[in-house]
């Protein structure tokens, strides 16, 4: 649904000269802020070349937001593994830096087997709860 500032994106056949024309007059207009091309887009420019053109970009723009879909659904996933982490990745804590990898912090207290990961495991829950995982 439109919010008040908002308004519908036009839309364009992209199998006829008009509708391609019209696609890409807008996307120079409304997408890239250019200098409104019209005039040489309704006149000058093939209709053709400006469907296929328009066609392209469709598909691009396609790729590029079922991309950015699966990566938000990553972050989102990282996010809630990192959160249900959080209480074991501060086990890791508890051991000094010395502690080999390989000990099994549920020998200490009783633990359900599914549980019993090593210090390495904790460790690197602790680096996934605490340290960013792109660096900028």
């Known amino acids: 649904m439109l919010t008040e500032n908002e308004t519908a994106e036009p839309v364009f056949n992209l199998y006829t000269p008009d509708g391609g024309r019209g696609y890409i007059a807008h996307l ?42 699966r990566v938000n659904a990553a972050d989102q996933r990282i996010d809630d593994l990192a959160a249900a982490a959080e209480p074991f990745a501060k086990v890791a804590d508890l051991y000094a830096g010395e502690e080999d990898n390989s000990y099994e912090p549920a020998r200490d207290v009783g633990m359900h087997d599914d549980l019993r990961l090593t210090l390495a495991h904790f460790r690197a829950l602790n680096d996934l709860c605490t340290k960013p995982l792109i660096k900028s």
């Not at 409304?30 to 469709?58: P, S, W």
């Open 28 to 69: 120079f207009k409304n997408v890239l802020k250019r200098h409104d091309y019209r005039q040489y887009i309704n006149e000058r420019l093939a209709g053709d070349f400006a469907c296929t053109l328009a066609q392209h970009f469709e598909r691009i723009t396609a790729e590029r937001d079922a991309l950015q879909q």
